[in-house]
């Protein structure tokens, strides 16, 4: 379960320390999308991403045993660089498994706030379980990236600020990886405005919440290379699949191509730089898969791309 109080909680422990970042408007958007659109831009959060905020708020929750003990994680590199600067602010060592095919990017970041990398083969060993082995061997406490309700608290004071600021919005846009920033954004959005209608991005390569949300009950899927990293992921979590059954109204499909036109247009337009997975929610509306109405509320959830990257992108566009 996840409330709003958890949300406004986690706000209280963030004050201070997590950038509240900008929410931006452009009129071109608006006119291409037939709706006002909000683009809360987590990019500019500190690490690039919204995950900071989950894993600040998860390693305050630690008894001083577990600080002690170090902290683990696994990931590709938004929630690698989130715990790293999380531990430092909390003085907490901090070791990341990180796919070897990782963004160098994120790569070298991760190792620049101070955490200790080893690489594994993602298509190999799926994350959980390499994460659940590699906290096991270190005998550290496993942050997890998503499926927690102190991360999912966490990451849901972005949509707080967008709600204090501009009042409810009457669609939300919010990418889905494991299901972690979605169950905060959603837990906000409907205490907001019952009426609010909330719908998930995933890449049409491996929409496992779509499919779970259909089945009724999780289902794992193949993992397939795609541009959106930060969502190679081959089931929902367990605790963010029960909060998107009862919140989410839609989960929509993106394709690279559709990643990188929005890329290309936040660039364009906006002068804003983004990731494949930040841009998911933008592609979706670009490409007419939301149904818009009102006030649209879309995440950017992260900028993490380096310059040669993004140029290779770009060009490809």
């Known amino acids: 379960m996840l409330t709003i109080e958890d949300v406004r909680g986690a706000a209280g422990r963030l004050d201070g320390v997590a950038r509240r970042t900008p929410v931006m408007t452009s009129r071109t958007l ?3 999308v037939g709706a006002h659109v909000l683009v809360k831009c987590e990019s500019f959060q500190r690490g690039g991403a919204f995950k900071f905020r989950g894993a600040y708020n998860y390693l305050c929750s630690l008894s001083p045993q577990e600080r002690e003990r170090g902290v683990c994680a696994v990931s590709s590199g938004n929630h690698a660089q989130a715990v790293a600067i ?10 990341i498994l990180m796919p070897e095919d990782a963004p160098p ?22 994350p959980v379980v390499a994460g659940r082995r590699f906290a096991e061997e270190r005998g550290s406490t496993f942050v997890p990236a998503y499926d927690d309700p102190r991360i999912a608290a966490g990451a ?13 919005p009457d669609v939300i846009v919010v990418p889905i990886g494991g299901g972690g920033v979605m169950s905060g954004w959603a837990t906000v959005a409907k205490a907001a405005n019952a009426r609010t209608r909330v719908v998930g ?3 049409v390569a491996n929409a496992s919440t779509r499919l779970s949300l259909e089945a009724g009950h999780r289902v794992s899927v193949e993992l397939r290379p795609h541009l959106a990293d930060g969502q190679m992921l081959t ?3 367990e605790f963010t699949f029960e909060v998107m059954r009862r919140l989410v109204d839609e989960v929509v499909l993106v394709t690279d191509g559709e990643i990188l036109a929005a890329m290309a247009f936040l660039f364009d337009r906006l002068k804003l730089v983004t990731e494949p997975s930040g841009a998911t929610a933008t592609a979706a509306l670009l490409a007419g898969h939301v149904k818009p109405r009102g006030t649209v509320a ?3 959830s992260g900028g993490n791309v380096g310059l040669r990257r993004f140029a290779e992108l770009a060009l490809t566009s």
């Open 105 to 126: 990017v994120k790569l070298q970041a991760t190792a620049g706030y101070g955490a200790e990398i080893v690489t594994y083969d993602r298509y190999r060993t799926p």
């Open 201 to 203: 991005v995933e890449n």
């Open 156 to 168: 849901g004071t972005g949509a707080l600020e967008l709600v204090e600021e501009h009042g409810a």
């Open 298 to 300: 879309a995440l950017i």
């Open 30 to 32: 608006d006119d291409v």
């Open 235 to 237: 089931t929902p979590g």
């Open 86 to 95: 999380a531990a430092r602010e909390l003085g907490i060592g901090a070791a």
